[in-house]
């Protein structure tokens, strides 16, 4: 009697662990099939303040970010870019409507869970590039790595090579300060892509380039979508940038007008 109970009680055990591994399986190979979108919004609304003074930033935005593909948002000063970006990278909640990264709503998260999908899967540049003064170019960008958990094995090759991409490798020892503004922002970028990350956001990531090194930059952005597969999204006026770009979306006072696919 306690033999049968015991084997029965064993089989069930052993079919629900089959069946957990096919449920891995299936979400392995095919979750990036069926979520073809990296990061999605729907009906997002953002207000800044209240009352009388209250800012609508953006107003019923629904926009799906393809997975592998260079967007540009691009739009007049203040139409609500940055807004969006800083959504779309989980860094600021919608007063109304739905942010996803990956199939799954980041707006609902706790600020630690999304600091953790941050860390892991997306890059940022910043307009302000956001370098810590007192390291060095180097170690700013390894100081990123240690982040987003690339293991230490790898930080110097990630380190080299990104600053090699970015035409920086004279300037690895040189700290923010010794460094012009446009050395500034490829240190910024650098930092954002050694790691990788699935999702890279970037605000204004040529402004402070001239017309030869911001073309440098945007064939390096391409070549991250084509070689790695990366996902990238950044609001832009630079004509070179919006030449290697796969979809742009123009924005007018926090409504989207509309996408247009330059490559196709
Ligand atoms: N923290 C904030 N508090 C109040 N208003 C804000 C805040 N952030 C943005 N805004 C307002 O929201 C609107 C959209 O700003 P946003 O920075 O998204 O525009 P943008 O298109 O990125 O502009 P730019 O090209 O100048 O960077 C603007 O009217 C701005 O003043």
């Given at each position: 009697m306690f033999i049968l109970i015991y084997s029965s009680f064993i089989k069930k055990w052993l079919m629900f662990r089959v069946l957990l591994l096919i449920l891995i399986l299936f979400r392995h190979v095919f979750g990036g099939v069926i979520l073809a979108f990296i990061s999605e919004a729907r009906a997002v609304e953002r207000?800044?303040?209240?009352?009388?003074?209250?800012?609508?930033?953006?107003?019923?935005?629904?926009?799906?970010?393809?997975?592998?593909?260079?967007?540009?948002l691009k739009g007049r000063s203040g139409s609500g870019k940055?807004?969006?970006?800083?959504?779309?990278?989980?860094?600021?909640?919608?007063?109304?409507?739905?942010?996803?990264?990956?199939?799954?709503?980041?707006g609902q998260l706790s600020d630690r869970e999304r600091t953790r999908i941050r860390q892991k899967n997306m890059g940022f540049i910043f307009q302000s590039f956001g370098l810590?003064?007192?390291?060095?170019?180097?170690?700013?960008?390894?100081?990123?790595?240690?982040?987003?958990?690339?293991?230490?094995?790898?930080?110097?090759?990630?380190?080299?090579?990104?600053?090699d991409l970015v035409g920086l490798s004279k300037r690895a020892h040189h700290r923010p300060f010794e460094m012009s503004g446009g050395e500034q922002q490829r240190c910024a970028i650098a930092r954002a892509?050694?790691?990788?990350?699935?999702?890279?956001?970037?605000?204004?990531?040529?402004?402070?380039?001239?017309?030869?090194?911001?073309?440098?930059?945007?064939?390096?952005?391409?070549?991250?979508?084509?070689?790695?597969?990366?996902?990238?999204?950044?609001?832009?006026?630079?004509?070179?940038?919006?030449?290697?770009?796969?979809?742009?979306?123009?924005?007018?006072d926090g409504f989207i007008l509309g996408k247009v696919h330059p490559q196709t």
């Open positions: 207000v800044f303040g209240r009352g009388a003074t209250a800012v609508r930033a953006l107003q019923g935005v629904a926009i799906q970010v393809e997975k592998g593909r260079l967007l540009v940055t807004t969006l970006l800083n959504l779309l990278g989980g860094l600021d909640r919608p007063t109304a409507g739905s942010v996803y990264f990956q199939g799954k709503e980041i810590f003064p007192l390291m060095s170019a180097a170690e700013n960008v390894e100081f990123g790595l240690r982040l987003s958990g690339v293991p230490v094995m790898e930080w110097k090759d990630r380190v080299r090579d990104s600053l892509v050694a790691g990788k990350p699935l999702l890279l956001l970037a605000d204004e990531p040529t402004a402070e380039l001239d017309s030869k090194m911001g073309m440098h930059i945007s064939h390096v952005f391409r070549r991250l979508v084509e070689e790695e597969g990366m996902s990238i999204i950044m609001t832009t006026h630079d004509p070179s940038v919006l030449e290697v770009a796969d979809d742009v979306c123009e924005l007018e």
